[in-house]
């Protein structure tokens, strides 16, 4: 039976035209699935589904998503990240031992780690899902030998904004995206240097985010993302003392946001 499937140009190209036809017509396409984005269940023979291909060095995955939670697209992933993906569709491997959310970043001399909470925010009346980031250690400019911290500076050239009132949401920052893919957070995109997105913030492993977090999220359609400089926020095991500990580094000038689209493409 045909599937009601939007393939993009861009899969198609990768896939190639013979498959993306058979696909169209009910080859080798799930009449149920489950949504790559916000894993709720899907059926590709009622409502429209994405193809969404994920891409290793050596793998690529095809996965279906409810097309109004993300478009087809062609996602660039690593292949780790592309294989644990597959271990978690298939139900190999132990649940609940992915890595720290964290990405290396290069600063001269010496090197810092992003790390990345999850949480809800409410802002305007709405909850909405939010990424707090704060580096572990300060962040110097490439090729810089000061010891100034450079990561608020670095951010609002890049587009984010102050915030002087977290009640109040943030303006969108156009380029940058947040990949949200089989449920999990897997990335932040920021702007390449040839209209593509590379990734700003990379998850070793991709990142589980609550069913509250993942609705927000998609309901939306984008997410809030708040940045602050190391120690500003700290690790807040509740979403109450962590509003709180934006509200002090907004008091003090110590935090930036920009709000960003799901699963840029």
């Known amino acids: 039976m045909p599937r009601m499937l939007d393939v993009s140009d861009d899969v198609r190209a990768e896939i190639g035209d013979e498959e993306a036809d058979r696909l169209l017509a009910g080859g080798n396409a799930p009449g149920h699935y489950d949504c790559t984005s916000c894993r709720t269940p899907g059926d590709s023979e009622q409502e429209r589904t ?3 291909l994920f891409v290793g060095e050596e793998t690529a995955v095809l996965a279906f998503a409810h097309a109004t939670c993300i478009p087809s697209q062609v996602v660039s992933v ?3 990240q592309l294989k644990g993906a597959v271990r978690s569709i298939t ?10 959310p964290a990405t290396p970043i290069p600063t001269s001399e010496r090197q810092a780690t992003l790390g990345i909470t999850c949480g809800l925010v409410l802002v305007e009346g709405d909850l909405r899902a939010a990424l707090v980031v704060e580096p572990s250690g ?3 400019r490439p090729g810089s030998i000061s010891l100034d911290d ?3 500076p670095l951010l609002l050239e890049q587009g984010f904004h102050p915030v002087t009132d977290v009640a ?10 947040a990949l949200l893919a089989m449920g999990k957070l897997h990335a932040v995109l920021q702007p390449g240097n040839t209209g593509s997105q590379a990734a700003w913030w990379q998850a070793h492993q991709p990142l589980a985010v609550s069913d509250g977090w993942r609705a927000a999220a998609t309901k939306a359609q984008s997410v809030l993302m708040y940045a602050a400089p190391s120690g500003a926020i700290g690790h807040q095991p509740r979403e109450d003392l962590m509003r709180q ?12 946001a920009g709000m960003m689209p799901l699963a840029g493409t």
């Not at 139900?91 to 720290?100: R, V």
């Not at 109040?168 to 995206?177: A, F």
């Open 150 to 152: 450079d990561f608020l």
């Open 50 to 52: 994405s193809t969404v």
């Open 168 to 177: 109040v949401l943030p303006v969108p920052n156009p380029g940058w995206s």
């Open 245 to 256: 500990a934006l509200e002090k580094a907004a008091a003090r000038g110590e935090l930036v």
């Open 91 to 100: 139900g190999e491997g132990a649940p609940g031992q992915a890595g720290p």
């Open 138 to 140: 300060p962040i110097a």
């Open 78 to 80: 690593s292949e780790e």
